[in-house]
């Protein structure tokens, strides 16, 4: 498997104030898109990176998806999934954290925390809005966060931990107040979270759902059930749509042949790669890629 598939950035790639061994970041938005350049083309990260915007207007896009950048909203990326972002002429305000899951790990508060949380979890995406109860309770967690920083030491790193876990459970609360509000409720939630776990580790290898329901010891129309209940498709479309996520992942890497993205996910050659990609995608490979060149 190739070791960078597409442009990825480490904390210590930032031109920003960091602590703890590079494992976190955080400070005023403004002039962090200007004193970093070499984010606002498209590109993914090895780290989380939250944005709280006070004020702003533009848009972002994460993994493909284009959302609007309004006041008192934020969102959050993972490690792996690929942004770029465009703001107006005047440049938002905010808070931008950017931390490893090392940095739970070195405080001794395990990093799978993390995968516990509703905010989290792939089912939600894109900018959450805070209601108007809770985002001064949410700027308030921001601020001090960024006030312990300037503290320093191992206990004011301990504290930010602690009120970064607060803030990430208050914007829980927000998702939690959309259609999938009893999403941990359902019957088929476990079932659920290790088919998408399953299908990101397998999904090059493994592209049916048969090979999937083998491993969760159910049958392809239980999964097919279970699929539907959260992605709102089948398995077969939940599987295929992963694989042409990753694809899309790699294309935005442009020093990677067509040929190299072929066999980095197991097809035979680039010619049925091609005929995959157009097939649910309306474009080729070379079309899709040169639609995110920068000019």
């Not at 938002?92 to 790990?105: K, Q, R, T, W, Y």
């Not at 949380?117 to 894109?126: F, W």
Request: hydrophobic content about 40%.
């Amino acid at each position: 498997m190739a070791q960078h598939v597409y442009p990825s950035f480490d904390i210590c790639n930032l031109n920003t104030d960091k602590i703890l061994k590079d494992l976190i970041s955080i400070e005023p938005f403004g002039g962090y898109v200007s004193r970093n350049p070499h984010l606002q083309g498209i590109h993914t990260h090895s780290f989380y990176h939250l944005t709280y915007f006070r004020k702003g207007s533009g848009q972002h896009t994460i993994d493909f998806h284009t959302f609007p950048v309004r006041n008192d909203s934020f969102y959050i990326m993972k490690p792996g999934q690929v942004h770029n972002w465009e703001f107006s002429a005047e440049e938002a305000e905010g808070i931008v954290i950017n931390f490893s899951p090392l940095f739970f790990d070195t405080l001794k508060l395990s990093s799978a925390l993390l995968v516990q949380l509703p905010v989290l979890e792939d089912i939600h995406s894109g900018t959450i809005p805070f209601s108007d109860a809770d985002k001064a309770k949410a700027w308030s967690i921001l601020e001090q966060i960024l006030r312990e920083k300037q503290e320093g030491g191992k206990q004011s790193a301990l504290y930010m931990a602690t009120l970064l876990l607060q803030f990430l459970i208050l914007a829980g609360r927000q998702v939690q107040s959309t259609d999938l509000a009893n999403a941990t409720e359902h019957i088929h939630y476990a079932a659920f979270r290790q088919f998408e776990q399953l299908t990101d580790l397998h999904y090059r290898q493994k592209k049916l759902p048969k090979e999937y329901a083998e491993m969760m010891f159910v049958s392809t129309h239980q999964l097919n059930v279970i699929s539907k209940s959260f992605s709102g498709v089948p398995a077969g479309t939940y599987i295929r749509n992963r694989l042409l996520l990753e694809a899309k992942r790699l294309l935005v890497n442009f020093g990677m042949h067509i040929n190299e993205i072929a066999f980095e996910l197991d097809f035979s050659d680039a010619s049925n790669f091609g005929k995959f990609f157009k097939k649910y995608t309306g474009m080729t490979p070379e079309q899709f890629r040169n639609a995110y060149k920068p000019e």
